[in-house]
Structure formats: C-alpha cells, structure tokens
C-alpha cells in the first residue's frame, strides 16, 4: 500500500475494536508497527498487555511504545518502512496527556489532535486508530471525568472528520458508518 489511509475505530471497552482493528491491518498490509499508548502502572495493566501482546505474537508486529507523541511514533513507523499502524488506543493517550498537564482542557485535545492529523496525513500507508466512544453512558459526577469525556469526544469528532473509514464495534460486531 502506497497512499494514505486513515481509518477510525470506535466502540465501547471490550466491544471488539482492537480485534478488529488488528485484522483490518493484517489485511491491508504487509509490514505493520503497533503503536502502544498504554502506561503499565500496576499488574492488572501488565496482564492486559501480556493478554493484547499474546494475541498478537506470531504476526511480525513491531511495537512502539509511544505513550505521548504519536507522531513521533508515525515518523518511526516509517522510518522502519511499515506500510501500515495501528494506534490502540486514543482514549489512553488522551489519558496520558490529562496526567502529564492537569489543566489540559478541550482546546489543548483539539490542538494536539491537528498536530496528530498533520502525521497522520503525512504517513505513506494505512493508520488505523482505536478510541473509545465514552460519551453514550452517564454524565460523569466529576469535573475530570468530563473535561476527559469532553477531550475524548473532541478527539474523535476531530480525526472521523478527516478518516476515510469510520466504524462502530458493538458487541463484537464491526458496523461502517463512514466511507
């Protein structure tokens, strides 16, 4: 593959985005970098990465862990001569930057999703991205959770705006609903 693609996968936890996500790159390319956004911070998190890395392992993955600076991890990906990415996911890497700056607010997530659009755009191949959609249940009871809630829904308004392909997992079950 030598033309960009951008690609949205969104659903809510355990609905099947990351499987899928993973196919739909196995698919479409040849030689493929995941990009891992996932702090591990205590042994549950370790177990759930052992659990995606196990999944994983006998692919040809290459991992980058990239935590903040997603488009670093674009130009590595490149660099290393992948043809496609997979970013899983979103919803921690908004996390990351909530942690690392308290204030972060809704104008700082849109302004760090442009910058991440202009990698995204610039990479030669397919990036499929992975985000939770956490703006369908309750309205958060704290002002983090919804400057989070906020910051996550900017977000994904922001990069399905510009995918060429956006779907839904729900229950397992990958629905397109854009593209």
Known sequence: MDMNRIVLVTGGARSGKSSFSEKRVLVFSTKYVYVA???????????????HQSKRAGDGWITVEEPLDLPRALAE??????????????TLWINNLMYRDPAFDEAQMAFETQKLLTALKAFPGL????INEVGLGIVPDTPLGRVFRDCSGRCGQIIAAASDEVWFCVCGIPQKIKG
């Open 37 to 51: 956004t996932a702090p591990v911070l205590d042994d549950e998190m370790k177990k759930r990465v052992e659990l």
């Open 77 to 90: 990906a490149e660099r290393l001569g992948a043809d496609a990415v997979l970013v899983d996911c979103l």
């Open 127 to 130: 990036v499929v991205l992975v």
